[in-house]
């Protein structure tokens, strides 16, 4: 499976940023896509994830209430809405998807990563 997110940039505190990835391989072996985001000098944080079918989603709470992931099952893409960016969600925002474990674990394939800026 080969991932490719897009959309990432530089945005003023306060804006709005849409991510993509698409997917493309063996994607039936997989049930999920997730977003993941690592600030600098932090770890690897969970930021939303979704069922290729939209019929589960999750986010973590720092992106309830300003984030929307949605997906497309025909075209294997995934899209990450993020309204209200703030300072604190500088970091580069990685795609994956999973076969097993819940939304939030059991990721087996990894996208490139695109850097989200977010000035003051």
């Known amino acids: 499976v080969q991932l490719q997110a897009s959309g990432g940039g530089l945005v003023q505190s306060g804006g709005s940023l849409r991510l993509s990835c698409a997917a493309s391989?063996?994607?039936?072996?997989?049930?999920?896509m997730g977003w993941f985001r690592q600030a600098p000098g932090k770890e690897r944080e969970f930021v939303a994830a979704?069922?290729?079918?939209?019929?589960?989603?999750t986010y973590a709470d720092s992106a309830k209430g300003r984030f929307t992931i949605s997906s497309d099952n025909a075209r294997n893409t995934v899209w990450l809405q993020m309204n209200s960016l703030e300072p604190e969600d500088t970091a580069v925002y990685y795609c994956?998807?999973?076969?097993?474990?819940?939304?939030?674990?059991?990721?087996?394939?990894w996208g490139q990563g695109t850097l989200v800026t977010v000035s003051s």
């Open positions: 979704i069922t290729w079918s939209g019929g589960r989603l």
């Open positions: 391989g063996r994607t039936r072996s997989t049930y999920k």
């Open positions: 994956a998807v999973g076969s097993i474990g819940s939304l939030k674990t059991g990721y087996d394939y």
